[in-house]
Each structure stands twice: as structure tokens, then as C-alpha cells.
């Protein structure tokens, strides 16, 4: 912070007149010693003096808001850095950063008490929490599931008289949705990609996950499950994809999984038998040699 001081001009060519306390020559003092006069030399030594202090703090005070502004501006550049995109024009710029929002509804859902709806889950009941906001726009299942379960609630209140605390019981008490059919392992994986749009599959998951998809219609998630089942199947997890398809076999995606998988080895089989009579064929030697 700069310190500044002035003089007004009437005074700048005025002799100032001090009070002398130094003179102690007589005993007796008349309680008025005479003026002592500073000279316009000395005035100007003094003024002298106060403009370099001045001037020593207003370097200091520049050099610190320097500091300030360098250190902000690191900040800011490493927030800018953990955005997902950042597209800019010469008035504007679209920031996006998604995985923060991704974090948090994670967060949310290993909170029970924000959570509005609770899935029990298998012969254990196990619970599994999720939002119906985000569940009911991901899933016309869903949102037919939760608007029947509400009117059902509000018609329940209209015929019954509840005593006060029974209402309170009933309000603070979640919407709870009984899923029978699925392990509690990929339910739960289930929710979390329609809450986040991300899941990992395997070979032990994969006839669930297909299940929950077209059981609550979602289309890219049993998309993504054929196309795993394409690409990404081998050999060695092919018995165990057919295993999980016995466990779901109420389910007719575990079927035509089943008969999908049945028919990839079966074409294996084939293409691998005609390849050994060709190489056991005459023809098939003459080409090797």
C-alpha cells in the first residue's frame, strides 16, 4: 500500500515555526520559549526523505500484487486443465466437464439418505440405491414403474385416515421396488451405468447385464452386450458365458444369447475341422511343402 503526503502550497514558501523545548538555560520559565526558525533548506532535506519512503513502498507494494497475480493465474490455468473440453470463440467459450458430474452422482449414490428409490435385490434383499429423476428419464420401465407406485400411494391416502405420526413415517420412507431375477452384482452395475453411462463387462456379467437391458429397454446397453459377445468372447469364456445363460434361463435374451454362442462355436468347430482335412488332403500337403 502506497503512502502519500502533501504540503499545501501557501506553506511551501513559508518559513514553519517550531516550538524550542530544548532550552532549559533558565530556571524559571515564562511558559513561552521563544520560536526557533527552520530554514528552507532544511525543509527541503525533509521533503526529500518522505518522497524516497514513498517511493520504497510503492515498489513493494507493485512487487507483491505482482506475486499475487502470478499465482493466481497458475490457479486458474490449472483449473483450466482439468476441464473435459474447452471449445472457445471471440466472444464466448463452452466449458465442459463431465467426469466431475460423474463423481458426484456417485458420491449420491453411495448415500443412502439422498437417494429416493431402494431396490432389494435377489432371495437376500439386498438393497441398492438409485434417483428416480435420472432412472425415469433413462428408462420408460422405470418411469411407468415409479408413476403407478405413486398414484397407488396417493389413492392409499385418500381412503385411509393416518394419524400424525404414521404420516411421518410415510413420507421419509423411500420408494421400494422388489427385483427377484438378477444378482445383486450386476444390478448394481446395471444402475450405475444408466446413473453414470459407463460399465465394465465380463464374460461372468455379460447374460445379466443383457437381461436388465431388454427387461427396462435399453437399447445401447444391449447393443453394447451383443457386440461384446462378437468381438470380445474367447474360447475360454465361453463356457462360462453359457453357465450364466442356465441362470437366467427364464429370460428370453439368455436364450437367443445361448443359441447366438451355440452357433459361434459350432461355426468354430466347423471352420477348424475343415482346415485339418485340407491339410491332410494331398492338395493341402502340396501347398505346404
Do not use: W
Amino acid at each position: 500500500m502506497a503512502l502519500f503526503t502533501s504540503t499545501p502550497k501557501s506553506k511551501l514558501g513559508e518559513k514553519v515555526l517550531l516550538l524550542n523545548l530544548d532550552d532549559s538555560d533558565d530556571d524559571v520559565s515564562s511558559g513561552y520559549d521563544s520560536p526557533v526558525y527552520v530554514s528552507d533548506e532544511n525543509q527541503e532535506k525533509k521533503k526529500a526523505v518522505t518522497a524516497k519512503m514513498v517511493d520504497d513502498l510503492s515498489d513493494d507494494s507493485d512487487f507483491s500484487s505482482d506475486d499475487v497475480d502470478d499465482d493466481s493465474s497458475d490457479d486458474d490455468s490449472d483449473d483450466l486443465d482439468d476441464m473435459d473440453d474447452i471449445q472457445s470463440t471471440d466472444d464466448s467459450m463452452k466449458v465442459t466437464k463431465i467426469q466431475a458430474v460423474v463423481d458426484n452422482i456417485r458420491y449420491i449414490l453411495s448415500m443412502p439418505d439422498l437417494c429416493d428409490v431402494m431396490f432389494l435385490v435377489g432371495p437376500q434383499r439386498i438393497p441398492v440405491y438409485g434417483l428416480k429423476s435420472i432412472l425415469g428419464i433413462r428408462s420408460r420401465v422405470f418411469c411407468d414403474m415409479f408413476v403407478k407406485q405413486s398414484r397407488e400411494c396417493m389413492n392409499n391416502k385418500k381412503k385411509m385416515k393416518k394419524s400424525k405420526d404414521e404420516k411421518k413415517t410415510e413420507s421419509s420412507t423411500k420408494t421400494t421396488i422388489i427385483i427377484d431375477s438378477y444378482d445383486i452384482e450386476v444390478f448394481r452395475l446395471f444402475l450405475l451405468f444408466l446413473h453414470c453411462g459407463s460399465v465394465t463387462m465380463d464374460a461372468s456379467t455379460i447374460v445379466g447385464l443383457l437381461c436388465c437391458a431388454v427387461e427396462f429397454d435399453i437399447a445401447d446397453l444391449k447393443r453394447a452386450c451383443f457386440e461384446f459377445v462378437g468381438t470380445c468372447l474367447s474360447s475360454a469364456s465361453t463356457k462360462t458365458v453359457l453357465k450364466e445363460t442356465l441362470c437366467y434361463d427364464d429370460h428370453s435374451a439368455a436364450q437367443e444369447l445361448r443359441h447366438i454362442v451355440l452357433g459361434q462355436q459350432k461355426k468354430t468347430r466347423l471352420q477348424n475341422r475343415q482346415s485339418s482335412q485340407f491339410r491332410q488332403s494331398p492338395i493341402g500337403k502340396e501347398t505346404e511343402v
